[in-house]
């Protein structure tokens, strides 16, 4: 209960900051309500922002990048899309120098991510110059109720090494 109870009062703080100081430069996913309605949001926020009236929304995708910035890295908004704070992998490590997912060294489950930047792209511009794995994101370690959205993070390895391992993207916090 103690857990449910800090996380609730977290999200209220967010929602606080939110109301008093206008949109965060960072979101906590695991804060929003309805973190899949957001992800959309980023979509229609592309189209407006672009102005692009000929763009449908299902001709956009979802396109994240995990950045080397770290929560108190970031000054500013996102020029495009947003910062999303807080997620920690599973079943693998995270190396910070090259930005890959790599046999994790240490005995702990759950590593910690930079920042991630989601944008939204055109189906046809979302290409990648290295081998990619698609980690599914939940909203905690259970991962009930499906993903939420997929993160292409940069690999060495074949991504089906990481999809036999059930590596994934936990929004949990509490886990590190």
Known sequence: LAGWLGGLMQRCEQWRR???KGRPAAYWLTGLLQPRTFLNAIRQEHIRKKEKHDVQLEDLVLFSEVTKMELNDIKGHADDGVYIHSLVLEGCGWHKRDSKIVDNPTRNPFVPIPILHVTAVSKKQRQWDHVVYEAPVYMDKTR?????????VKTDDSPAKWTMRGVAILAQQGLV
């Open 144 to 152: 009930t109720g499906g993903s939420i959205f997929s993160v292409e």
């Open 18 to 20: 939110w109301i008093d």
